[in-house]
T-cell receptor, first 113, second 110 residues
Framework: DVKVTQSSRYLVKRTGEKVFLECVQDMDHENMFWYRQDPGLGLRLIYFSYDVKMKEKGDIPEGYSVSREKKERFSLILESASTNQTSMYLC????????????FGPGTRLTVT | QKEVEQNSGPLSVPEGAIASLNCTYSDRGSQSFFWYRQYSGKSPELIMSIYSNGDKEDGRFTAQLNKASQYVSLLIRDSQPSDSATYLCAVTGTASKLTFGTGTRLQVTL
């Protein structure tokens, strides 16, 4: 059974703080993704990675960076958190031969005050 | 125009009825189409994928694709209260990424 875990379910940070969101998958998936989900806007892709140390920008990368030092772990970094980054953050992973059949983690509800 | 459009609902159907969820997309180059189910407070889970025109059945679920009309739908037969969730349509585009609709909320009433 595929398992994607995220470091926190709920997180509250202050404006200007550096925030780290961690995602770990245990299925040896090559691909990993970070999305945010907002009411009325749906799921939007922030960054994705097809391999270790590789990253690609998604639709809304501004204000975010990522790190993938190991195959199973993909981190999302908010360099200086702002209130408009309050959102639900979802990590997903998939095999390289079925990129779009993605398995999602439980999500992190981030509130920036 | 949004890339993937869905009626937000809620779509209310009685238990045992057929629920019909619809999705249109704008990129004619889209090749792969997916339906994800998301229960309230949970993350999305993949329930159906379809890659060619026509119907694809899996248990009580049928996905239908019409590329000429840029239309994909999901039928749920014998709807159960446990089917109450938000259903997300997702489409691949020329940029080789998945684009999600905002979802249709389905309510199955007793």
């Amino acid at each position: 059974d595929v398992k994607v875990t995220q470091s926190s379910r709920y997180l509250v940070k202050r404006t200007g703080e550096k925030v780290f969101l961690e995602c770990v998958q245990d299925m040896d998936h090559e691909n990993m993704f970070w999305y945010r989900q907002d009411p009325g806007l749906g799921l939007r892709l922030i960054y994705f990675s097809y391999d270790v140390k590789m990253k690609e920008k998604g639709d809304i990368p501004e204000g975010y960076s990522v790190s993938r030092e190991k195959k199973e772990r993909f981190s999302l970094i908010l360099e200086s958190a702002s209130t408009n980054q309050t959102s639900m953050y979802l990590c997903a992973s998939s095999f390289s031969d079925s990129v779009y059949e993605q398995y999602f983690g439980p999500g992190t509800r981030l509130t920036v005050t | 125009q949004k890339e993937v459009e869905q009626n937000s609902g809620p779509l209310s159907v009685p238990e045992g009825a057929i629920a019909s969820l619809n999705c249109t997309y704008s990129d004619r180059g889209s090749q792969s189409f997916f339906w994800y189910r998301q229960y309230s407070g949970k993350s999305p889970e993949l329930i159906m994928s379809i890659y060619s025109n026509g119907d694809k059945e899996d248990g009580r679920f049928t996905a239908q694709l019409n590329k000429a009309s840029q239309y994909v739908s999901l039928l749920i037969r014998d709807s159960q209260p446990s089917d109450s969730a938000t259903y997300l349509c997702a489409v691949t585009g020329t940029a080789s990424k998945l684009t999600f609709g905002t979802g249709t909320r389905l309510q199955v009433t007793l």
